[in-house]
């Protein structure tokens, strides 16, 4: 099994920047995918951004040039790196693996990012 631990997130001003990242625990030996989704309040779950094994990444359009996602060599941590935010990215951000060979898709619990002025 896979456990995920998302945190950094917080309350931020429009134009400021947030962190957040996401402990990986278990096993994910192989081909895997690594991304972070969000879910405003009252909308579904979107997805905002995906970093594979092989470090291909792809953003939403609506952050391109604003966040980046990276991950740690040794695969335990995966982070995004959310910058000039607007209220429209307050949401609950959620992290997830997918193993591709190994199967599965894991969710860890979420954080709060809420930018307001």
């Known amino acids: 099994q896979v456990q995920l631990v998302e945190s950094g997130g917080g309350l931020v001003q429009p134009g400021g920047s947030l962190r957040l990242s996401c402990a990986v625990s278990?096993?994910?030996?192989?081909?895997?995918?690594m991304g972070w989704y969000r879910q405003p309040p009252g909308l579904a779950r979107e997805w905002v951004a995906t970093?594979?094994?092989?470090?291909?990444?792809n953003y939403v359009d609506s952050v391109k040039g604003r966040f980046t996602i990276s991950r740690d060599s040794a695969k335990t941590t995966v982070y995004l790196q959310m910058d000039n935010l607007q209220p429209r990215d307050t949401a609950v951000y959620y992290c997830?693996?997918?193993?591709?060979?190994?199967?599965?898709?894991?969710w860890g619990r979420g954080t709060q990012v809420t930018v307001s002025s």
């Open positions: 278990g096993s994910i030996s192989g081909p895997y995918v």
């Open positions: 970093i594979t094994s092989f470090d291909r990444t």
């Open positions: 997830n693996v997918a193993r591709v060979a190994l199967g599965g898709s894991f």
